[in-house]
């Protein structure tokens, strides 16, 4: 008896310990994909990134000086989902996504200065005094940075509304987290932070009501113009559109419109790098993984730890093992 349950033990030691070595490779296959999809792929991207040269010798007359540069980071509509349009999975992976962007990019390119050029949130035109504040608590954490860090943020129409849905209230909350500070100077170089809205009808006067919608436009227009002539700045910087777009206001003000930060609205999420000076200034563009590259990853890591598993149970022929017998079958002949 003690012999056929010596064989019975054995045979039985055989399966478990295939079951064991499948499920070891599953595990490191999984945790493969996965620490380089969520954390490595980061910084190999964003490592690929550097700060653009600018000139830093000034002259003033015959004599030369060297001038500071200011290295500081552009990006835009990050769009932190609410409570009410945000699904929890898809309000994670967004959230995830740019809080490994922010902080892979800020320990590798060590910026001294972040703007945020508007629609930090999807839902602050309409979010609750709760949901405001949960809404915060997740900015910060996402956006956490060192204390040498400046991190400025301008409002958005997502933030507070458009000219028409905007409130004291709504305006007094941002500014309460965000700061109303407009002027900002560092190293010789001013920063005029001015939000969208003021751009639009109330920004700079009560327009009639008898007035077309023609008449509207051309005053925000002429609401802009103004606003340039009176700073007379060498660079726009702007967001609100999720897209890249360069235009030229009288030919030559350059305004350079800097691509949302999150995967919700594109696919290959970017931020604007500048080197500047008190009388120069150089910019680049630091791409972001592409979300259908990590698409595709995990989609062949799932079609992969399947082969295996098949393999591993006898339901599909190993290649290897496949092409070992047909090169013993070859050496045989």
Not at 230 to 248: F, I, K, M
Not at 276 to 287: F, Q
């Amino acid at each position: 008896m003690a012999m056929i349950e010596v064989g019975f033990e054995r045979q039985n030691f055989h399966p478990l310990k295939r079951k064991s070595a499948l499920l070891l490779k599953l595990i490191a296959v999984v945790f493969a994909v996965l620490l380089f999809c969520e954390f490595l792929i980061y910084y190999l991207v964003i490592f690929q990134c550097n700060w653009p040269e600018v000139k830093t010798t000034a002259y003033d007359g015959e004599q030369a000086s060297h001038e500071p540069v200011l290295k500081a980071m552009f990006l835009a509509d990050t769009h932190l989902l609410g409570e009410f349009l945000g699904h929890w999975l898809d309000k994670l992976r967004r959230e995830w996504q740019m809080e490994r962007a922010f902080q892979t990019a800020l320990w590798l390119l060590q910026p001294e200065v972040v703007f945020i050029l508007g629609d930090v949130f999807d839902e602050g035109k309409w979010s609750t005094p709760e949901a405001w504040a949960d809404d915060v608590e997740r900015f910060q954490k996402m956006f956490r940075h060192p204390s040498h860090v400046q991190l400025k943020v301008v409002a958005g129409n997502h933030d507070i509304g458009f000219h028409y849905e905007m409130n004291t209230y709504k305006v007094e909350r941002f500014e309460k987290v965000f700061s109303s500070e407009r002027l900002f100077s560092w190293k010789g170089i001013n920063f005029v932070m001015v939000n969208s809205v003021a751009l639009n009808g109330d920004g700079c006067g009560i327009c009639s009501e008898a007035e077309a919608e023609l008449i509207e436009v051309s005053h925000r227009l002429n609401c802009s113009r103004e606003l340039l002539w009176w700073l007379q700045p060498r660079l726009v910087l702007s967001g609100h559109t999720h897209s890249a777009c360069e235009v030229h206001h009288g030919g030559r003000v350059p305004e350079l419109s800097v691509p949302s930060f999150s995967w919700r609205n594109r696919n290959n999420p970017s931020f604007i790098m500048g080197s500047i000076t008190p009388t120069d200034y150089a910019l680049s563009k630091c791409y972001l993984p592409r979300e259908d590259v990590v698409l595709v990853i995990y989609c062949g890591a799932v079609g992969f730890l399947v082969v295996l598993t098949l393999s591993h149970l006898g339901l599909l022929a190993s290649p290897f093992l496949s092409g070992l017998n047909l090169l013993r079958k070859r050496k045989t002949r």
